[in-house]
């Protein structure tokens, strides 16, 4: 919560750095004035100005036309998040899917307004994360944010990021990218347009706060019900002297967000017109409900797709079958990772684009959306491939 003429120690520093980190060509002034009003209240513009002027060239670089951006020392040390060094791939079109290596953020800026019908994403829930010096040190087994659990009754399981050891700092990062995300994002959408974002019960009310604020209407939640065997709840240390001491709740859910993009008009002249503004039911008989009970994914699946935060095709075909009330349009995961939400669209015979900023994600999704599309849920062996052997695995395989 906000309250106005009340601000932080660097707020708005921040709000322009981030902003800022969104835009490597620059900004005008105006344009950065608009975006840190659209954060903070009751920051005059000349406060703006003279902020900028004043840590040019500490902070800012002054560019032609009244333009700043980044000096070069910020952009050579980017936030968890940024883009990925390297050779930009070409576009993949596998099926109904075109699978695109870029940053999302950047993407988003050149896409043509309202182009999206949906968007189904299962985005790094903390940034820090899958920034490349943790996903590094989860691809070596070293771990560093992220927890590997050991082994139980012979099954080894998912790596699991800790979000306790998030800082202040990190916290805040995540907010402004969610929200710069959702402002970018938005334009794209066609009035009516479901937001399907996964979330983490401690993180949850930061993404969705972001996302509210820049402008998405929030439509509740997709309770993912789910156990997992994680465990982890007792005291750290301490479990046999305290063993019915519960740290924090068991979780055993997963949240969904549900926004969409301000309807036009009635919800039946929207579909009419963009076919969008609602959830497409399972059957004339059932609504599309807000829980739906799911498994942990399986370790045959994982063979085919081992990304650390696979989710099953069991659970993804019903929700993206679902935010196209009509069936028709396209579905958007900026966030495509494994391709999962690609191939779950596949499934459905739903067109869909999916955005990856890593390179070696990218060439997993590449080979993965294929098997995925092609899997029976609940069975070992996917319609075409009768073996998930194959290339080899970019990454070490695990199991929720």
């Known amino acids: 919560m906000r309250f106005p003429n009340k601000k932080r120690p660097g707020e708005v520093r921040d709000a322009i750095v981030n902003y ?17 009003a659209a954060r903070l209240d009751g920051v005059p513009p000349s406060s703006i100005r003279s902020y900028l002027r004043l840590n040019t060239p500490t902070l800012f670089a002054r560019m032609e ?20 060094a390297g050779k930009t791939l070409a576009p993949v079109e596998l099926g109904n899917a075109m699978l695109v290596h870029e940053d999302c953020l950047k993407w988003l800026r050149a896409r043509e307004p309202a182009s999206i019908h949906a968007v189904v994403t299962d985005p790094p829930y903390g940034m820090f994360e899958y920034s490349d010096e943790q996903q590094e040190k989860l691809r070596s087994g070293k771990g560093g944010v992220w927890r590997i659990p050991p082994s139980f009754d012979g099954v080894k399981r998912s790596p699991l990021p ?34 399907l ?11 969705s706060g972001s996302l509210a604020r820049a402008g998405l209407e929030r439509r509740g939640e997709i309770v993912r ?12 240390h301490a479990h046999r002297e305290f063993d019915m001491v519960s740290v924090m709740p068991r979780s055993m859910w997963e949240p969904w967000l549900a926004f969409r993009k301000p309807i036009e008009g009635r919800v039946q002249d929207n579909l009419r017109k963009w076919k969008t503004g609602g959830f497409r039911r399972p059957s004339s008989e059932k609504p599309f409900g807000d829980v739906i009970a799911s498994a942990p994914t399986r370790k045959q699946e994982r063979a085919l797709a081992p990304h650390p935060s696979l989710k099953p095709q069991a659970f993804l075909r019903q929700i ?13 995961d900026p966030f495509a990772g494994s391709g999962s939400t690609l191939a779950a669209a596949n499934a459905v015979g739903y067109k869909s684009i999916g955005i990856e900023k890593d390179t070696r994600y990218f060439e997993l999704a590449r080979i993965a959306i294929p098997r995925l599309t092609h899997l029976i849920p609940g069975a070992t062996r996917t319609r075409r491939d009768k073996s998930s052997s194959g290339e080899a695995s970019l990454f070490p395989s695990c199991e929720a």
Do not use: C
Not at 197 to 207: I, K, R, T, W
Not at 231 to 236: A, H, L
């Open 20 to 36: 800022l980190r969104t835009r490597p060509d620059g900004a005008t002034v105006r344009q950065i004035q608009a975006e840190v």
């Open 65 to 84: 036309r009244a333009q700043y951006a980044l000096n070069e020392s910020l952009r050579g040390h980017p936030r968890p998040g940024s883009e990925t």
């Open 162 to 195: 800790r979000f306790t050891v998030l800082t202040p700092g990190d916290l805040r990062y995540l907010e402004e990218y969610f929200f710069d995300w959702a402002r970018l994002l938005a334009p794209a959408l066609v009035p009516g347009a479901n937001v």
């Open 197 to 207: 974002v996964a979330s983490n019960p401690l993180l949850s009310h930061v993404v």
């Open 225 to 236: 019900l789910v156990m997992t065997m994680r465990g982890g709840d007792r005291p750290k």
């Open 320 to 332: 993206v079958r679902g935010v196209l009330p009509l069936g028709e349009g396209v579905v958007l």
